[in-house]
Structures are given as C-alpha cells and as structure tokens.
C-alpha cells in the first residue's frame, strides 16, 4: 500500500501537507527522521489552530 505521505501532490508548495481524505491530524514527515507535521486538509485544523494561536496570543498579552 502506498502511504499518502510519500505523495508529492498531497503537498502545497512542497512543503505543507494537504490531504482531505488523509483521517490523521498528525503525520509523520517525508523524511521520517525529521519528526511529524500537521495535516491542513483535516477540518479540525481550522479549529484546532486558530485556539492554539488565541492561547498564546492571551498568554504573551500578560
């Protein structure tokens, strides 16, 4: 089976990953040995993100 990471055109720019039908919102790199990166296809992103970003934005503002 051929994973979707491995993929070029699950990518944006060549360096997000994009893939709406990919269910994981962590995935490991291309070059495993670098770690993991998010899935933007995923609809959670645009959930999970934006809070990420309020919290630190609240937490910097102190």
């Given at each position: 089976?051929?994973?979707?990471?491995?993929?070029?055109?699950?990518?944006?720019?060549?360096?997000?990953?994009?893939?709406?039908?990919?269910?994981?919102?962590?995935?490991?790199?291309?070059?495993?040995?670098?770690?993991?990166?998010?899935?933007l296809?995923h609809?959670?992103?645009?959930?999970?993100?934006p809070?990420?970003?309020?919290?630190?934005?609240?937490?910097?503002?102190?």
């Amino acid at each position: 089976m051929f994973n979707p990471v491995d993929n070029s055109n699950n990518y944006k720019w060549g360096v997000f990953y994009y893939n709406v039908e990919d269910n994981r919102i962590i995935v490991p790199k291309r070059a495993r040995f670098a770690g993991f990166t998010i899935n933007l296809g995923h609809r959670m992103i645009h959930i999970i993100v934006p809070a990420i970003l309020i919290v630190i934005f609240l937490l910097l503002k102190k």
